[in-house]
C-alpha cells in the first residue's frame, strides 16, 4: 500500500512534464531557419547565441489583415516558432482573426494548446464545446477576454456592423490546428457546411437575443 501510494506520488509530476511543452534551458533559443534540418527533435534547434539577435524576438506577422475573401468571410493567422523564431522553447503562439460581418470561423480545436482571446475590435460571438456537447457561449465586445480549455471544439461569429479583429495566444509553440469541416465532409459538400453554419448563426442569434445586446446585425437563419 505505502509503495502504491510512493509511486502514484512519484509518477504524477512526472505525467505533468510529459503532457507540457518543455522548459527552455537557456535565456534565449530562437529557432534556427538557416540550412536543411537533419536532426528531427520535440521543437526546433536554437540559433548560433553569437548570431541572436533584437529582431529574432519581433514579428509583424499579425499586423495586417487577413484574406476575408472566402465562403466563411474570416481569416485565421497563426504566428508560431517555424515562423517567429523568439516563440522557440517558450511555449507560447499568437494568432489574428478577422472577421467580416456575418463572418464565422468553424468549429476547430487545439489539441496542443489552450487559447485566450482579446477583442480588439467588432462585436463577436464565442463559444466552445466541452466532451458532453454543451456549448459555452458568451457575446463580446473590445476590450472583453474569452478562454478555451485544451483540445476543446471552438468558433466565432460577427455579430456586429464592421469587422471584427481577435487576438489570442495559445500556451504551446506548435498547438495544432483540428478543423471539423475539413475532417467531418468532403471540400464541394456546401450543403451539409451551409446546415452547420446555419446552426452556429442560430446559437449566435439566441445569444444576441437573451444579452439584450444593440447594434448588432440580425443573423438570418
Known amino acids: 500500500m505505502k509503495f502504491t501510494l510512493f509511486f502514484c506520488i512519484f509518477l504524477c509530476p512526472c505525467i505533468t512534464i510529459c503532457l507540457a511543452d518543455s522548459d527552455n534551458l537557456q535565456d534565449t533559443c530562437p529557432t534556427a531557419t538557416t540550412g536543411k534540418q537533419t536532426v528531427f527533435i520535440n521543437g526546433f534547434p536554437c540559433k548560433n547565441p553569437n548570431s541572436i539577435v533584437a529582431s529574432d524576438f519581433k514579428s509583424s506577422k499579425l499586423s ?22 523568439g ?38 460571438f464565442a463559444g466552445f464545446f466541452d466532451t458532453q456537447s454543451k456549448l459555452f457561449s458568451r457575446t463580446l465586445k473590445p476590450g472583453e477576454v474569452f ?37 467531418a465532409f468532403e471540400p464541394d459538400d456546401e450543403e451539409m457546411v451551409d446546415k452547420l453554419v446555419r446552426k452556429i448563426k442560430s446559437a449566435a442569434a439566441l445569444e444576441v437575443k437573451a444579452s439584450g445586446i444593440q447594434n448588432v446585425t440580425p443573423t438570418d437563419f
Open 64 to 85: 495586417n489583415p487577413g484574406d476575408t475573401d472566402n465562403f466563411f468571410r474570416s481569416s485565421l493567422t497563426l504566428d508560431m516558432a517555424a515562423d517567429f523564431p
Open 87 to 124: 516563440l522557440n522553447t517558450l511555449g507560447l503562439s499568437i494568432a489574428r482573426t478577422d472577421l467580416e460581418v456575418d463572418g464565422l470561423t468553424m468549429p476547430h480545436s487545439h489539441p496542443r494548446a489552450s487559447e485566450i482571446f482579446f477583442v480588439n475590435t467588432g462585436v463577436v
Open 147 to 183: 478562454v478555451v480549455p485544451q483540445g476543446l471544439l471552438h468558433f466565432f461569429i460577427n455579430n456586429g456592423e464592421e469587422a471584427a479583429v481577435i487576438f489570442s495566444v495559445l500556451n504551446s509553440q506548435n498547438p495544432g490546428v483540428v478543423k471539423i469541416a475539413g475532417a
